[in-house]
């Protein structure tokens, strides 16, 4: 099913190469962890061992020396006691550290920062670029560009089911619940392209339900903006112009947005800037003709449950409404 | 016999009657249409009924009510109370109660102002549509219809509603 992403280049999608500084702390408090639980499971298989080590043993012919059974068991309080002490210790370190990794996680720096509103559906991403000014507002679904270095605070609202947002690279998870409001600060520290995957099980597409992050230098992050934020262009040739009829006078725009135009519904993915996103369908498929014309003719074949119906459409206005929507850069 | 000599024979007839079960499909295509409404002035009144195999598909229900409110038909029949366009819930019906008759109205339109939504809702839809508009008056099964909504609604939801017996009402005339 998934044929598509292999010919993209594969976009970070690990938790132990953070790219910024919440997922930074979150991998440190990681690397403690496993350190020393690695430290107690060895220590344990260390006893044990040793256990066996000292038990009473004898060849295959002679018969095991028992003394040390009849003798009185050891009193073994001293080490008893160490054992705990060592196991509390370690226990309140982990503990410490998961307070100090809290803190510091809530303590990033927010001037200046990017505020997003990323809306989980059943199964794609909304994104609402939230500024004072709004005319300088805009949306767009299923891959997000953000200032590399500029704090990003995405506030996370649910349409339908729990949905949870994974970044692994910039942070860690956190649910998005219906009819309650939750924010994610986080910072991407190095430019890159990172993916993020819903992490609570929300229908039967939930492992199609993927959005890309692009990390990029002020300089391009603003200049990506300024093209989301202008309408459409209007279409320069008459075959995109044709295809914007069908677009509007067919079922497209009954769930779709297309900024400059009437259509102006809420139900599906805004596509003012279909052409400037790299995958269709939530992370499911590179966004290309190919990829593009099975979707519209028969999503259900592709991702079965999508709320997208099958769209009979004509040959001559399949192949205009795609030269239109290439158009919509 | 003892009673507990036959413990076993009556589980496995139990587990045998588990074969008679079936799991509700959830239908990701359209189904073979029921297009016996391609005529725009399509009403029950002395024609065959048609049936709208939906009316027993809970999932598609459910579908029917997120178009409903995608579709935005709450912006003239309210939540099934009517507002500018008539009363959903009631017993009374214009066009009658038949699937076909509501069909006919989402997708050709009528007098005094429902617009004719064939070209843009797809037929599948429209069809879950007709099945949840049913279910608002209590004409599906309590199986069949939604449960309560996530938005705000003055109605109990659509599976604990008393079922109407649908009355004619005169269409009226036009009304400017």
């Known amino acids: 099913m998934n044929i598509g992403m292999t010919s993209l280049a594969r976009p970070l999608q690990d938790a132990l190469r953070p790219a910024g500084i919440q997922a930074e702390h979150i991998g440190g408090l990681w690397n403690l962890t496993l350190g020393l639980c690695a430290l107690v499971f060895l220590l344990i298989v260390a006893a044990c061992v040793a256990a066996l080590w000292i038990a009473p043993r004898a060849d295959a012919g002679t018969a095991p020396n028992l003394d040390s059974l009849a003798r009185p068991e050891r009193r073994i309080w001293r080490v008893i006691g160490w054992s705990t002490g060592l196991a509390t210790v370690g226990l309140l370190v982990l503990l410490a550290a998961d307070v100090f990794t809290s803190r510091a996680l809530a303590r990033m720096p927010l001037q200046d920062a990017v505020n997003i509103e990323l809306v989980g559906h059943m199964w794609w991403w909304e994104a609402r670029y939230r500024d004072a000014d709004p005319s300088r507002e805009f949306t767009t679904a299923n891959e997000l560009h953000i200032p590399a270095g500029r704090p990003v605070v995405v506030t996370l609202r649910s349409n339908d089911v729990i949905h949870s947002l994974w970044i692994p690279n910039l942070h860690g998870k956190k649910d998005l619940i219906p009819g309650r409001t939750a924010t994610l600060r986080l910072r991407a520290d190095r430019p890159g392209t990172y993916r993020g995957q819903c992490a609570e099980f929300c229908g039967i597409e939930h492992a199609m339900m993927a959005l890309l992050v692009e990390a990029e230098p002020a300089a391009a992050y603003e200049a990506w903006a300024a093209r989301q934020r202008r309408p459409a262009a209007e279409p320069a040739d008459a075959l995109a112009r044709r295809g914007r009829e069908v677009f509007l006078s067919r079922s497209c725009v009954m769930c779709h947005t297309v900024s400059g135009t009437s259509a102006n519904a809420k139900l599906g993915p805004d596509l003012t800037h279909l052409a400037s996103r790299r995958t269709i369908a939530s992370g499911m498929f590179p966004n290309n003709r190919g990829h593009l014309v099975g979707w519209i003719a028969d999503p259900q074949s592709l991702k079965p449950g999508v709320n997208m119906p099958p769209n009979a459409l004509p040959p001559d206005d399949l192949q205009a409404l795609l030269a239109y929507l290439e158009t919509l850069k | ?176």
């Open chain 2, 1 to 176: 016999m003892k009673a507990r000599e036959l413990m076993p024979a009556l589980c496995l007839l139990v587990l045998l009657f588990l074969f008679g079960c079936e799991r509700e499909q959830r239908p990701t295509r359209a189904p073979a249409a029921a297009s016996a409404v391609a005529d725009p002035s399509y009403a029950a009144s002395g024609k065959t009924p048609v049936s709208n195999r939906y009316e027993e598909n809970a999932y598609a229900v459910s579908q029917g009510k997120t178009w409903y409110r995608a579709y935005n038909c709450n912006g003239c029949h309210a939540q099934g109370g009517g507002d500018i366009g008539p009363p959903l819930m009631d017993a009374k019906w214009r066009y009658g109660s038949d699937p076909g008759a509501i069909y006919a109205s989402i997708a050709h339109g009528r007098p005094n102002g429902m617009p004719a939504f064939g070209e843009h809702v797809p037929e599948d839809q429209i069809w879950q549509l007709v099945a949840y508009v049913r279910s608002m008056s209590g004409q599906l099964s309590g199986s069949v219809a939604p449960n309560r909504g996530d938005n705000l609604q003055a109605a109990p939801p659509e599976n604990r509603r008393k079922k109407e017996t649908p009355t004619h009402e005169a269409t009226p005339a036009a009304e400017h």
